[in-house]
């Protein structure tokens, strides 16, 4: 007896694919930052805790939506992933000098404007966590629209 893959399954297997993508960024993202600080010694900032807050409950949210693909995922991981993406935007705005020191959160402790590395010349952490959560932000828009009727 052969079974024959409907398109019901691929359906169901590239929306699984996409949610797997989301845990795969926000897991890459936490490790990372993870990295930076315990192995590398890069003391986060203020705002750099703001976007951990914002990043780490997505690995256990993503993970926990992968098992039985529960749709509503979705609705507890955009509004995390909205709120890191406009901190991170404001920290890489920041950085690059756009918006003036003079209003930065980080006033005691690490700067919020510290240079630990630039790969590539211009890949700062901030831009690594603004990217990050544009991807994952990406991912979800596209998963909501493929269950939307």
């Not at 939506?65 to 991170?88: H, N, Q, R």
């Not at 935007?89 to 003036?100: D, E, Q, V």
Request: proline share 5%; glycine share 8%; charged share 10%.
């Amino acid at each position: 007896m052969t079974t024959d893959t409907t398109g019901t399954d691929r359906s169901a297997n590239t929306n699984w694919t996409l949610l797997f993508l989301c845990w795969l960024v926000a897991s890459v993202s936490t490790l990372g930052s993870l990295f930076f600080s315990d192995v590398m010694g890069f003391a986060p900032c203020v705002l750099c805790w703001y976007q951990r807050i914002c990043i780490y409950p997505l690995v256990l949210i993503f993970g926990v939506g992968l098992f039985s693909f529960d749709s509503g995922v979705i609705k507890y991981s955009l509004p995390l992933a909205i709120t890191g993406w406009f901190i991170a935007l404001y920290h890489t705005l920041l950085y690059s000098g756009f918006i003036p020191k003079s209003i930065q959160p980080c006033s005691e402790g690490v700067p919020c404007t510290e240079k630990y590395i630039e790969l590539l010349g211009f890949l700062s952490i901030p831009l690594l966590s603004l990217l990050a959560f544009t991807a994952i932000i990406a991912l979800l828009v596209i998963l909501k629209g493929r269950l939307t009727p």
